[in-house]
């Protein structure tokens, strides 16, 4: 079946794609009566009058072949295999749903089926499939991922970022945009300058196709010239199914914004209704063979709504299972004593560790905007390419959102990436990426899915760069469940953190502070991975905890040699991660000091330096001699005048200040 362009029409083959087709129409009847019962809450968006697209396309596809959907994605689920009771009891939030109950209607998630879920922001999937795609292309497989998603994604730069990605590398990708007419309540003509999809793609180089999405027979012929065009030449294709969704947008939907003729208009052409009519004429079916197959349909969502009645609620106890892997890899040995050292900046610290990684791995690469032919931002990854070669040192459009999805899709299919994107300021155009998906799929999927990639950003001020270059972000990511966050800042750090880095099987951000780039020192020449969960004392002392990360600690470290000479021992904590806190560790030294003061290069207001001194304040109150004092950030965007600059961000006098205040000496 599959290596043929032209469907063969056989009764057997008719039958299925009827059945297929009724069996997603009822079962989501079933699902629409069931949400008026409370038994499914939520969104509920469903597939009525597109079924033609699912049965269409996804049976023409292999088992190796991946499918990411989108928040309509039950038709999806049910063409693809997945088991109607764990679907439904998904939809009902139970643990016996396909995703154990934590990702619901909208997320249904199927490893055993390659199905990487839906996707409830509005073209969020599509980096997510081209990353999919770059994993088979780089690894030389030969599968294609197909991607759903509807018309209003072509608005979202997303789509536009995927297709010119998918174009420029050569992805193996199906891309199926499910035009039914509105993006929610608003129609394609109004929200769209052009309306023709296939022609956006044919504009990245695509080759694309319109069908009509409510013919059946026509979706799967142009499914199958895609997916051969695919398998032959390795390139994307883009298929613009256009169908109707027969029921509103979601089950809240009031569906005011159009009248009820123009749905009537479109019923009367819906799949079904015309699949059915032209087999029953031409004797390829009979209503007896109809009525036969919607009875074992009908008795087939009775077991699945028996099957989610039954099914049990994941007991509270294991709320937090799932958020990461279970199974987390062995802590890095401690190091031998150094012996021989040698002379490295920070900058160097890092493209070591990379050309390490890259050497022992074949699944890890570099992909980024300027790392290669231009050697990176702040030239971590200069030579590189040469030595590796563009593949794999890997330059990426302006589109950070675009490759930084491509990165997280690539490492749930198995690679290893490094993203870097260039500086923090720039990685608020990844967010949805970061939050939505990287942090979120494994939660979200019941633990089949994670998401092994590094992210790397330069962060912080003092270049005068500034407000649109230069802020301390990390903080907002270290308040994300589902993300580790690593602030290295000694050499050792700056490359072991890296290794070990890439031996998690969840994701992992690095904060590089732009101050140390440059910074030299000496290290072992056998320096490797090291632990990436606890802080470190870089400094005892007795008498004040000064609790720091980063590009700060260099100005703690010689605030406490200036406390010194006033008679003040200060003990210095680098946290190293900020996310997780290492608790243990800051609490114990404020229990020896009695008196803490943290320096964050972030804004004051909702920082991490407040996290950290609420912890404090949970865990050590009754230990304090002092009220916890914070060093950070003025409250203004970084300005670029030097002086102003300066003024801005921590420095060793304010930090001085806010020990002799602990240590009532101000």
């Given at each position: 079946m599959k290596s043929a362009t032209k469907p063969h029409l056989s009764r057997d083959h008719v039958q299925d794609l009827l059945r297929g087709m009724i069996r997603i129409r009822r079962f989501e009847e079933k699902c629409a009566e069931l949400y008026t019962h409370e038994k499914i809450r939520g969104f509920l968006h469903l597939y009525d009058g597109e079924e033609a697209v699912a049965m269409g396309v996804i049976p023409v596809l292999g088992a190796s072949d991946r499918i990411v959907a989108t928040y309509r994605e039950h038709g999806h689920a049910l063409a693809r295999g997945i088991a109607m009771g764990p679907i439904l009891a998904e939809m009902y939030g139970k643990a016996n749903g396909c995703s154990g109950g934590r990702g619901g209607s909208m997320h249904l998630f199927d490893a055993a089926a390659n199905f990487y879920g839906g996707n409830a922001i509005v073209g969020g999937g599509m980096p997510l499939a081209a990353g999919l795609g770059l994993a088979d292309r780089m690894m030389g497989e030969k599968n294609v991922t197909a991607c759903f998603f509807g018309e209003g994604a072509v608005a979202e730069g997303e789509f536009h970022e995927a297709m010119n990605l998918s174009e420029l590398w050569d992805l193996p990708v199906l891309w199926v945009c499910e035009n039914n007419g509105y993006a929610m309540g608003s129609a394609l003509a109004r929200t769209q300058a052009q309306t023709d999809i296939h022609a956006k793609a044919?504009?990245?180089?695509?080759?694309?196709?319109?069908?009509?999405?409510?013919?059946?027979?026509?979706?799967?012929?142009?499914?199958?010239?895609?997916?051969?065009?695919?398998?032959?030449?390795?390139?994307?294709?883009?298929?613009?199914?256009?169908?109707?969704?027969?029921?509103?947008?979601?089950?809240?939907?009031?569906?005011?914004?159009?009248?009820?003729?123009?749905?009537?208009?479109?019923?009367?052409?819906?799949?079904?209704?015309?699949?059915?009519?032209?087999?029953?004429?031409?004797?390829?079916?009979?209503?007896?063979?109809?009525?036969?197959?919607?009875?074992?349909?009908?008795?087939?969502?009775?077991?699945?709504?028996?099957?989610?009645?039954?099914?049990?609620?994941?007991?509270?106890?294991?709320?937090?299972?799932?958020?990461?892997?279970?199974?987390?890899?062995?802590?890095?040995?401690?190091?031998?004593?150094?012996?021989?050292?040698?002379?490295?900046?920070?900058?160097?610290?890092?493209?070591?560790?990379?050309?390490?990684?890259?050497?022992?791995?074949?699944?890890?690469?570099?992909?980024?905007?300027?790392?290669?032919?231009?050697?990176?931002?702040?030239?971590?990854?200069?030579?590189l390419m040469a030595e590796f070669g563009a593949d794999r040192i890997r330059d990426t459009p302006l589109s950070e959102s675009g490759f930084t999805g491509a990165g997280i899709g690539a490492a749930a299919a198995g690679m290893r990436p490094i993203v870097e994107l260039m500086t923090v300021n720039f990685s608020m155009l990844a967010l949805d990426q970061i939050l939505n998906t990287a942090a979120t799929i494994r939660h979200m999927s019941g633990g089949q899915f994670g998401c092994p990639i590094v992210i790397r950003m330069a962060t912080g001020a003092g270049k005068q760069l500034a407000a649109q270059h230069s802020h301390s972000l990390e903080g907002w990511y270290a308040h994300i469940p589902g993300l580790k966050v690593l602030a290295p800042a000694t050499l050792e750090d700056a490359r072991g953190m890296l290794l070990t880095a890439l031996a998690d099987p969840d994701p992992v951000l690095i904060f590089e502070n732009v101050m140390l780039y440059n910074r030299t020192g000496h290290i072992p020449v056998t320096a490797g991975a090291v632990d990436i969960d606890k802080a470190a004392i870089r400094r005892p002392g007795k008498d004040v905890s000064l609790i720091t990360y980063g590009g700060s600690l260099f100005k703690t470290l010689e605030a406490a040699e200036q406390l010194a000479k006033e008679g003040i021992d200060a003990e210095v904590i680098d946290l190293r991660s900020l996310r997780p806190l290492d608790e243990e560790t800051i609490l114990a030294s404020v229990a020896r000091t009695r008196r803490a003061v943290v320096v964050d290069e972030g804004w004051r207001t909702g920082s991490l330096a407040a996290e950290v001194s609420a912890r404090i304040t949970e865990g050590a109150f009754w230990r304090l001699d002092a009220p916890v004092g914070r060093v950070c950030s003025a409250e203004v965007p970084i300005p670029y005048a030097a002086h102003l600059e300066q003024a801005a961000i921590p420095q060793v006098a304010g930090i001085v200040a806010a020990a002799r205040a602990a240590m009532g000496k101000e």
């Open positions: 044919a504009a990245y180089g695509i080759e694309s196709e319109a069908v009509d999405g409510m013919d059946v027979v026509a979706v799967e012929a142009a499914a199958r010239r895609a997916v051969a065009s695919i398998r032959e030449t390795g390139r994307p294709f883009l298929l613009e199914a256009r169908t109707y969704r027969f029921r509103p947008h979601s089950m809240f939907d009031a569906q005011l914004y159009r009248d009820k003729a123009e749905v009537a208009e479109w019923r009367e052409k819906g799949p079904i209704v015309r699949f059915q009519n032209w087999l029953l004429e031409n004797n390829l079916i009979h209503e007896a063979d109809i009525a036969e197959m919607t009875a074992e349909i009908d008795a087939e969502i009775a077991e699945a709504v028996a099957f989610a009645e039954a099914g049990a609620w994941e007991p509270v106890e294991t709320l937090t299972k799932h958020v990461m892997a279970e199974t987390q890899p062995t802590p890095p040995a401690t190091p031998a004593p150094a012996g021989d050292m040698v002379e490295t900046t920070y900058r160097e610290a890092i493209k070591q560790a990379i050309r390490q990684a890259m050497t022992d791995d074949d699944r890890v690469f570099l992909m980024g905007e300027d790392v290669g032919a231009y050697g990176g931002c702040y030239a971590v990854s200069k030579g």
